[in-house]
């Protein structure tokens, strides 16, 4: 019998596949918030069963905006994945994080304007905490298969920053890039929100390896971001993530450590089971069901 996915995968600008899975095939994914953003890929790293996603499609055929978040992450979760590494392009906002360092964001500001951010809502209403938005447990396990894997030992480590999350799809105007910077923020993407938020409504212990590509538009001396600057550095990025993905995917399947995800509903729905409708019962059952998961 194959074994549920443990841990997922969604692989953003440059990462539309994992070299390292075994046994690997395709699996179509239905949910009720309409199709993910391609098929899935299915197998295993070692012992550790994996479910990889490619988040604009493969081929790169989805803007940011257009990723059905929801959808991603409600086929993750209906397939069994309690532990999600998310993969990411990002320009700087700081001088001194530097393109091809790596960071892993621990706080987030959600600037999108034109996404759907949560599962809740329609007769069933939740408010889950944000103020840690990513699981701790992965982000050390990350740093760790960091500093295990040759090539990112040498790169620059951030253990910690703020991710600005913007609409996109143009990069910022200068004005704006300022704003981000006064904000507080450290790196800048399109993409990791809702989907941070969705994975905790899911009670998917989540984390961002976010891998800077450009200084975005505000340094005095170096180039403006554009695509074509920031998918020049992904290359290396993504060769790079290839190797640290699939360790720190074995160290997970070997760890299984804790997280706050598992109960992130217990305190933050508001509606009785028996006063929800039906079918909006029918749609959230995946996650309000942790039976099987329970921490
Ligand atoms: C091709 S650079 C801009 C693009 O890259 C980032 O996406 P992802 O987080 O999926 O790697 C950024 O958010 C933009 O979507
Ligand atoms: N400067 C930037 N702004 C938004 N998303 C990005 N992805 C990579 N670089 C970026």
């Known amino acids: 019998m194959t074994q549920r996915p443990l841990a997922g995968v969604i692989g953003g ?68 994945v309690r532990y999600l590494i998310s993969v990411s392009a990002v320009g ?43 699981c701790h447990a992965v982000r050390e396990v990350l740093a760790s298969a960091i500093a295990a894997t040759p090539g990112a030992q040498e790169r620059q480590l951030h253990r910690q920053g703020t991710y600005v999350c913007i609409e996109g799809p143009h990069f910022s105007s200068l004005a704006e890039s300022r704003w981000y910077q006064a904000m507080g923020g450290h790196i800048i993407g399109m993409t990791n929100m809702p989907e941070a938020k969705l994975a905790l409504e899911a009670q998917i212990a989540y984390a961002s390896l976010a891998m800077i590509t450009d200084y975005d538009c505000w340094h005095p001396h170096e180039e403006n971001v554009s695509a074509d600057l920031a998918l020049r550095n992904l290359l290396s990025n993504a060769a790079l993530a290839q190797q640290v993905v699939a360790r720190a995917v074995a160290m997970l399947g070997s760890e299984r450590p804790a997280s706050h995800a598992f109960d992130a509903l217990r305190t933050a729905l508001v509606t009785p089971r028996e006063r929800m409708p039906a079918h909006r019962l029918a749609a959230l059952e995946p996650l309000l069901s942790d039976k099987e998961h329970a921490s």
């Open 92 to 134: 700087s906002l700081a001088p001194d994080r530097a393109p091809l360092d790596l960071v892993l964001p621990d706080q987030f500001i959600d600037l999108t304007k034109r996404r759907e951010t949560s599962f809740f809502g329609d007769g069933v209403v939740a408010h889950v905490s944000m103020a840690q938005p990513v």
């Open 13 to 80: 600008s440059g990462l539309y596949d994992m070299e390292a899975l075994e046994d690997a095939r395709e699996v179509t994914m239905d949910t009720p918030f309409g199709p993910p953003s391609d098929a899935f890929v299915l197998g295993r790293i070692g012992d550790t069963p994996v479910a990889f996603l490619a988040r604009h499609g493969r081929g790169h055929r989805l803007l940011p905006s257009e990723v059905n978040y929801r959808a991603n992450i409600h086929a993750m979760k209906q397939l069994g």
